[in-house]
């Protein structure tokens, strides 16, 4: 029997540090910058800057994201030039802790006979930064709304990455942290699984519950 596990990204496989963080860790060397004047830079930055979930290559992020940084910088009154390093430093997968449990969850899903599958409203370098953790070995499909044109919870996101796989949504599951999402992912036939770290509104706490879920 074909059956697949789809997931979500962040909230699910790893977390993301706050942009401020990777912000002030990016910063040139002996930079001095109270967090209020960063933050008002940033907000800066974030109101001359359109259409981030629009981009649809890794050239069109860099560049996105280097002209965001440049008027950070210019902001701050530091120099521009050092926006592709600002860049370069920020870059989320650097700042992205994967949770403990992922690689032990998606050995037991494969030793069950599970794909994985990942479903993702992340930007055209998701495929990279799950490179760069780890994390792309244990994927078997990734569909990715920057390539395939929607981004959750449009039913068609979910039909592609189906359609992809060859499963029928009686045999495929979705794990999100977002509540919207995965009442989506319900709505076209799958089995839907909010996991909640808090503990307070999801069905799961962690990814490793999700093996008993499928027992």
Not at 50 to 75: P, Q, T
Not at 118 to 124: Q, R
Not at 186 to 191: I, K, P, W, Y
């Given at each position: 029997?074909?059956?697949?596990?789809?997931?979500?990204?962040?909230?699910?496989?790893?977390?993301?540090?706050?942009?401020?963080?990777?912000?002030?860790?990016a910063?040139?060397?002996g930079a001095?910058?109270?967090?209020?004047?960063?933050?008002?830079?940033?907000?800066?930055?974030?109101?001359a800057?359109?259409?981030?979930?629009?981009?649809?290559?890794?050239?069109?992020?860099?560049?996105?994201?280097?002209?965001?940084?440049?008027?950070?910088?210019?902001?701050?009154?530091?120099s521009?030039?050092?926006a592709?390093?600002m860049?370069?430093?920020?870059?989320?997968?650097?700042?992205?802790?994967?949770?403990?449990?992922v690689?032990s969850?998606?050995?037991h899903?494969h030793?069950?006979?599970?794909h994985?599958g990942?479903?993702?409203?992340?930007?055209?370098s998701?495929?990279?930064?799950?490179?760069?953790m780890?994390?792309?070995?244990f994927?078997d499909?990734v569909?990715?709304?920057?390539?395939?044109?929607?981004?959750?919870?449009?039913?068609r996101?979910?039909r592609?990455?189906?359609?992809?796989?060859?499963?029928?949504?009686?045999?495929?599951?979705?794990?999100?942290?977002d509540?919207p999402h995965?009442e989506?992912?319900?709505?076209?036939?799958?089995?839907?699984v909010?996991?909640?770290?808090?503990?307070?509104?999801?069905d799961i706490?962690?990814?490793?519950?999700?093996?008993s879920?499928?027992?």
């Open positions: 029997m074909n059956k697949w596990v789809f997931v979500d990204g962040r909230g699910v496989l790893f977390e993301v540090a706050e942009r401020h963080e990777r912000a002030r860790k910063l040139p060397e001095q910058v109270e967090e209020p004047a960063l933050r008002a830079a940033l907000a800066v930055a974030d109101a800057m359109r259409g981030l979930n629009e981009l649809h290559s890794e050239k069109d992020e860099r560049d996105y994201w280097v002209a965001y940084w440049r008027i950070f910088l210019r902001d701050l009154g530091l521009e030039s050092y592709p390093v860049h370069r430093e920020a870059f989320w997968p650097t700042h992205s802790p994967v949770y403990p449990e690689a969850v998606f050995g899903l030793d069950a006979g599970y994985i990942l479903i993702t409203n992340g930007p055209p998701v495929t990279l930064g799950l490179s760069q780890g994390l792309l070995y994927l499909n569909t990715a709304a920057s390539e395939v044109g929607c981004r959750k919870p449009d039913p996101i979910y592609i990455a189906m359609g992809v796989a060859g499963v029928d949504p009686a045999n495929a599951w979705f794990v999100d942290d509540l995965v989506a992912a319900r709505a076209v036939g799958m089995n839907g909010l996991l909640d770290r808090t503990g307070s509104k999801g706490t962690t990814l490793r519950d999700l093996l879920l499928l027992k």
